[in-house]
């Protein structure tokens, strides 16, 4: 997890060095092994460059600093993530004969642009958030992974851009409005995120995930590069053996391809199937043993560490337990809401927050399952899914409305698993047509 940080301001709005270090070094918690900064006008001397990089070495560790420049001064490059493809794309551009330096996938990402242009981007496979210059066109490319794993928030203003990882850097610029956006506190309230682009500030916008955004004499014009193949094509896989393999297959890969480090790396662990399958892949592939990091409480009835050191212990990881206390919780919320941007919704962001921190300690970056509950069936109410249709088609809507659901609300707390398949049967009822036809393979049918 790198920092980037940059502008391009018009003439009057000119900042010096020390602002650009200043600003940059808010971030030095996302970079703490090297930084870099660069300033730069444009030819007709009308706007001023800046980029600034707190660094996490992970790939190239003594070669990959930045900002990067190439050596005919037409590019430079600040960039935060990780392109799992670069050996890939290095060898691709070699054969065209393009020449490294180093053996970084920053420099990758770099001859990829030079090669494909914005068309680069549709090559990349990996999390990212970038921002190139390119001297020869006097233009400034940003970019966002195709599912927005990386983030990357902006701020124009009379022809001026602002760019960052965090939204602190842009609000802490000299004379930045940090008027609040009243409908993203609605948003938050209802929804416990503000839906992008918007932020809670007026003046700062999310770079959607999947999109470019170009600035060139004085305009910013953003253009979405990746649509979900989900929503766009049909599968073509004929029965569920298949569909298991290819995904298996999809899975080792993704995993292994992951894995491409110089530095220490592990997995966190929670004990669930989806975690649980990311740590038994690395092992696979692993020549040394995996280091493992679980988080809990010590109340049993709410702490999967007993899960998490099973499996551990299955696997023969070197395993590290962190037991959150209430009071280091609360000492903790006011720094996680700096860093997200936002107040904290979801109470797990503290103990994952607490969980980097101690994991940190011993490896560079980490492998989760986080995002595969869905995927995986990772929780029960993902079983009970299967018998929505059913339970739809023998009970009437009219009843389920007016005495299930009502006395299914009522029930305690630690029936929430009952409340919460409740509440997806009433959600599937409310889906179009097609949708339910998808989802509920026990319904009527015409």
């Not at 003439?11 to 918690?29: C, E, F, P, V, Y």
Request: proline content about 5%.
């Amino acid at each position: 997890m790198c920092g980037i940080f940059g502008w391009v301001l018009a003439a009057a709005k000119h900042q010096n060095r020390d602002t650009l270090i200043g600003l940059t070094d808010l971030m030095s918690h996302r970079g703490p092994d090297a930084s870099g900064y660069w300033l730069h006008q444009t030819s007709d001397e009308r706007y001023q460059i800046g980029f600034g990089h707190r660094r996490l070495s992970i790939i190239d560790i003594g070669g990959g600093a930045q900002p990067m420049a190439t050596e005919d001064g037409r590019f430079n490059l600040v960039f935060n993530g990780e392109i799992y493809n670069y050996l890939e794309l290095r060898k691709e551009l070699v054969a065209l004969g393009h020449h490294f330096r180093t053996d970084s996938d920053t420099e990758v990402l770099i001859e990829a642009y030079r090669a494909w242009q914005l068309d680069a981007v549709r090559r990349l496979r990996g999390m990212f958030a970038f921002a190139l210059w390119d001297d020869a066109e006097q233009r400034l490319v940003l970019a966002r992974d195709a599912f927005g794993k990386k983030p990357l928030f902006l701020a124009e203003a009379q022809g001026a851009v602002l760019f960052g990882s965090e939204i602190e850097p842009l609000v802490q610029f000299p004379g930045f409005s940090r008027a609040l956006d009243s409908d993203a506190i609605g948003h938050y309230l209802l929804n416990r995120y503000v839906p992008g682009p918007s932020t809670f500030f007026q003046s700062v916008k999310k770079l959607q995930p999947g999109h470019c955004a170009v600035w060139q004499n004085g305009m910013l014009k953003s253009t979405r590069y990746y649509t979900p193949p989900f929503a766009t094509t049909v599968p073509d896989v004929k029965d569920f053996n298949s569909a298991i393999r290819l995904f298996e297959g999809a899975f080792d890969e993704a995993v292994r391809i992951r894995m491409r480090s110089d530095a220490p790396y592990g997995a966190y662990l929670s004990g669930g199937i989806d975690s649980s399958a990311v740590v038994a892949t690395m092992v696979k592939h692993s020549t040394e043993p995996v280091r493992t990091f679980s988080v809990g409480f010590r109340e049993t009835g709410y702490s999967e560490l007993d899960h998490a050191r099973v499996i551990a212990g299955q696997f023969g990881t070197i395993h590290n337990d962190l037991i959150v206390e209430p009071s280091a919780f609360m000492d903790h919320w006011s720094t996680a809401a700096l860093r997200r941007g936002a107040p904290v919704s979801e109470a797990s962001d503290i103990p994952i927050f607490m969980l980097s921190e101690m994991a940190s300690r011993s490896v560079k970056m980490v492998l989760t399952g986080e995002g595969a509950d869905e995927l995986m069936g990772g929780y029960p109410k993902y079983r009970a899914e299967r018998w929505i249709g059913l339970y739809q088609w023998l009970i009437p809507h009219l009843l389920h409305e007016r005495l299930i659901h009502p006395l299914v609300r009522s029930l305690p707390y630690g029936m929430r698993r009952a409340k919460n398949c409740c509440a997806g049967s009433r959600r599937a009822r409310s889906r179009k047509p097609y949708e339910s036809m998808v989802r509920r393979p026990f319904g009527r049918r015409k």
